[in-house]
Every structure is written in C-alpha cells, then in structure tokens.
C-alpha cells in the first residue's frame, strides 16, 4: 500500500489524452510502495484546449512532476520556463519537474532508449542503422544514436518520404551529421537496406496490442545472427517483426526497458530516488501480460 499522508503527501501525475492505455500511474506507484515514499501519482485526462488551464492547476496545486504524453509533449514547451538540451533538441518533452514555482522539461525517453541499447554498443558504432518512422519516438532515438553511438550512416525509412526529409534536414543542421539516407515504407530494395544494417529500431506502432497480426516490415527482409532488432513496441512483447528477426538468429529487444529507464530517469528528477528497474521490470512485464489477457 502506498503511504499517504494526507497533509505533506506529494502529488505526481500525467497529463494527456486518452489515457486508458498507460502503464506510468502504475510504474510509479509501485515504485513509490517498494522505496516506501510518501508520494502519489495521478492520471489527468487533459484534452488539447485544456493545457494551459491545467499547468495553471499544477503551480496552484504544488504539483511536483508530471509525465506528458500526446497531444501534449510538443505544445507544453511553450508552457515551461526552461527545458534540457535533449528536449530542446528533440522538439519534445515527456517530464516535468516543478522546482519551487519553475516549470522545467526534460525528454527521458532519450535516456530510456540509450540505457536500452549500451550493452549493444560496440555492434553500433561505426556501422549502418535503419530507423522505421518520423515521429517523436523517431527523433528520440537519431538523437541519442548520433549523440552517444556514433553510427557511420542512418537511414529513416517513413511511410511518406518527406517526413523523412525533414528530419534528415533537421539533424543535419542541429547536430551537422550528414550521412543519412532515405525511403518511403517501402520500395523493392529496402531488403538489401535491412540486412546491412547493424540496427533496426520500429518506431512507429504498427504490431501494437491489438493489431498484432501487422509488420512494419510487409516484404520479406533477411535478417542476421549479427543484427540487433529494437521494437520500441512493449506490448505485445513480442511482436511479429521480433517474431520475424528471432527466426533468422538476430538479438531481439523490445520496448519494455526503454519504458522502464525513462521511467526511471523521470521518477529520480521528481523524488531524487532510484527507482528499483529490475523489481519495476519484472512488475510490469506480468501487468502487460495480465492486461491483455
């Protein structure tokens, strides 16, 4: 049970909509009961009109942090009064801390995605690695890939080609790499663009709990004993692109570390405390589990 003291518990939350399908109210509760803190953290189901009234709620309310998650994390930076480099960088925030009045953002899905696949950094560096999709989880990981991995090339492969552009121009200008290159999902060729690559990241939601019967991958690829395949997808746990790769021999990952370590990363900015990931880990794998059945 978590401890709640009615007059010094601190409130953490989320702010987003819809929010039926999040997993972060539970995390960090569990989190909270196993460090025995007296916090507590509050799903808030704020529509797109309604952000500013409710950032007005979390100063008023002494609110100490809040995860943001769609339609939010882009339009809150024009609510915060400073933000990290990586938020910044990336366009995107999914943290708030509230420091005594001053609301300050921060992207820990950067952090989430680099503790994810640091064991795997020597099989990184120097080589070729495919991202599927331009979003934000997209632009999260070429972040953290050019910041901390140092591949030799990036190739963002996106359902319309000029999303891809774009984002290949952005990072070009803001962190001067230069070698990318691009397709639209998916033309004949992009076969041979897989089974060169030392990594391929999804991150994009096709294979998502329920539509698990769905690849993001729709032509055969070969994949090899020598390639690491991370779907930033947790739930299933294995999707059918995993599915696809563990055939051919290839390390497989999915998202559910990343959740874990960004979860992490925003759970030590609010409280100053190490969140237990193996023990979360292990939790949440069981709760996904359980949810889907």
Known sequence: MIKINYSETKLL????????????????????????????????????T???????????LGIKGLNVTIPHKET??????????????IGSVNTVVNDMGKLIGYNTDVHGF???????????????VTIIGAGGAARAAIYCLIRHFRPSKIVIVNRTEQRAHTLKR?????????????????????????????????????????EIDDTVIPIPASFTKNQIVFDLIYNPSKTLLLKQAQQEGAICINGLKMLVYQAAKSFQLWTNHEMPVDEITKFLAREIELKRI
Request: charged residues 20%; without cysteine; hydrophobic residues 45%.
């Open 13 to 48: 939350g989320i702010f987003g909509h819809p929010l039926k399908q999040t997993f972060s109210p539970m995390v960090h509760n569990k989190a909270i009961e196993l460090l025995d803190l007296d916090y507590v953290y509050l799903p808030f189901n704020v529509g797109t």
């Open 50 to 60: 309604a952000l500013p009234d409710a950032i007005k709620g979390v100063l008023a």
């Open 76 to 89: 809150i930076l024009n609510h915060l009064a400073d933000f990290s480099d990586e938020a910044a960088m």
């Open 114 to 128: 680099h503790e994810t696949l640091l064991p795997y950094s020597d099989k990184i560096s120097g080589e070729m």
């Open 170 to 210: 952005y990072f070009k200008q803001k962190m001067k790499f230069d070698h990318f290159l691009t397709y639209e999902l998916f033309p004949p060729d992009i076969a041979t663009v897989i089974n060169e690559s030392a990594l391929i990241v999804n991150a994009t939601p096709v294979g998502m709990y329920p």
